[in-house]
């Protein structure tokens, strides 16, 4: 079982910045690819950023340049930093992490979520 818990949400005025983070703990072998997601009130929850295990990065278009996500698998925590924030980034935003499980020499690799962390931007 892994935990991902998010932190770092919260409201801005446009133009400001906001850094969040999301930290992931339990049993594991390691950690595939994590990504950010956004959802706004009475929209389906969309991508915003992805970095692959192996530090590949994609964006979503409203994202790109504004954005930038990192991770640090030595202190097990992702980042999202956001620039230039606008009315349209508010949502509640949610960490996803793959996590490789071996248990009796079969690998699987699950989704694991944490509840989200809130982020307003005001006009």
């Known amino acids: 079982q892994v935990h991902v818990v998010e932190s770092g949400g919260g409201l801005v005025q446009t133009g400001g910045s906001l850094r969040l983070s999301c930290a992931y703990s339990g049993t594991f072998s390691g950690i595939g690819s994590m990504a950010w997601y956004r959802q706004a009130p009475g929209k389906e929850r969309e991508l915003v950023a992805m970095?692959?295990?192996?530090?590949?990065?994609t964006y979503s278009d409203s994202a790109k340049g504004r954005f930038t996500i990192s991770r640090n698998n030595a202190e097990k925590v992702g980042f999202l930093q956001m620039d230039s924030l606008i009315p349209e980034d508010t949502g509640l935003y949610s960490c996803r992490v793959e996590a490789m499980i071996v248990d009796l020499g079969r690998t699987s690799v699950p989704e694991y979520w944490g509840q989200g962390t809130q982020v307003t931007v005001s006009s």
């Open positions: 970095i692959s295990g192996d530090y590949r990065t």
